[in-house]
């Protein structure tokens, strides 16, 4: 009896380690549960970030499209009343032979403003939030927004003219599914191209309408391979190889400004109508060339008040009848009028910055 009273004192020992060792397991099960369901959370979190950081992008890049679209608007409601105005004025103060003068002017002017149509607005409103409640890849669910399709999207551009040392430009234009779902991250537009050391300031601007401009510079002659993905995926046919030749300098001609008293030219723009505008230095003015070189007006004088020109060194077309110029002593900029000549507003003046030495627009940014 006593030996058998041993082996169950050895049984009752058994049990209590037994005892021990669950506890100690559970305790360490219930805190791999704690920390699995920290990760968790914290995934969660993640995603829910995720989630309102997409949102937000699109919401921006379409309140940028609609500011756009509202800007030009407002431009060209401002140049129509600015039009307007001058033509009432004319009316009230000048003397019939001036309004003659002015009449084929502003009837082109108002024929220019006519015509001017606004870019079709590829704005949505809809947006949706669809959960999926799908707790084992711990996703919160998609944005419903049209889906890009990588396959149906283009490249355009790649039979260009492309030299060593000019900045190419392609333009990727994507295609969607209107209606289907979208995932997290849209329109994530990555462009490779090879050999990667011998590509220069690489840039993807989106465009108004949508589409995607690329821009870059080869540095040396040869062939270059351009790989375009969306969302991770890539293009159909990517890929897109592109020759790239030695850059070309061709002199077309020479341009006889016929005007004996041009002096010191320091500056020159054309508009899309072929119309010149060049600033001379030592004359304070600004003086217009038809597209053949014959001279046709000049505005501006020695000043300093607004509408007078002091030393002006550079000028731009904002359109074809609106100009910036440039003026290196007074540090501002001026807007005119090219074919009324009218001062329409002044930037900076004298003493708030440094001599302002040159001028001009870029792209209009939509990304």
Known sequence: MKEKNIDCIDVIRGIWETAADLETNFTAAKRQVFVAAEQMIATIQERERETIAALEKTRVSRMEKLEAAKN???????????????????????????????????????????????????????????????????????????????????????????????????????????????????????????????????????????????????????????????????????????????????????????????????????NSKGLIAVASYDKSCIMIFDKEGKYVRQFGCYGEIPGELSCPVDVTFMNDDEILVAEENSHRIQQFYVKTVNFVKILGREGTGEDVRDIFIGELNRS
């Open 72 to 270: 030009q608007a407002q431009l060209l409601a401002k140049q129509i009343n600015q039009a307007a105005e001058f033509a009432s004025d004319l009316v009230q103060r000048s003397s019939s032979s001036d309004i003659m003068q002015s009449n084929k002017s502003l009837q082109e002017r108002f024929e220019e403003l006519s015509k001017i149509k606004f870019a079709e607005i590829q704005v949505s409103s809809f947006v949706q939030f669809v959960s999926t409640c799908e707790p084992q890849s711990l996703n919160l669910g998609f944005i419903k927004n049209g889906e890009t399709d990588p396959k149906r999207s283009t490249v355009e551009g790649l039979s260009e003219n492309f030299q060593a040392g000019v900045e190419a430009k392609i333009l990727i234009c994507p295609k969607t599914h209107e209606g289907e779902i979208n995932k997290l991250h849209v329109d994530q537009v990555e462009v490779l191209i090879e050999p990667v050391d011998q590509v220069a300031s690489l840039m993807i601007n989106e465009e108004f309408s949508g589409n995607l401009q690329v821009k870059f510079v080869p540095k040396v002659p040869g062939a270059y391979n351009i790989t375009a993905k969306i969302n991770s995926e890539k293009l159909a046919n990517s890929p897109f190889k592109i020759q790239v030749k030695e850059r070309q300098l061709e002199i077309v001609g020479e341009l006889d400004l016929q005007n004996k008293d041009l002096e010191s030219p320091t500056g020159i723009a054309v």
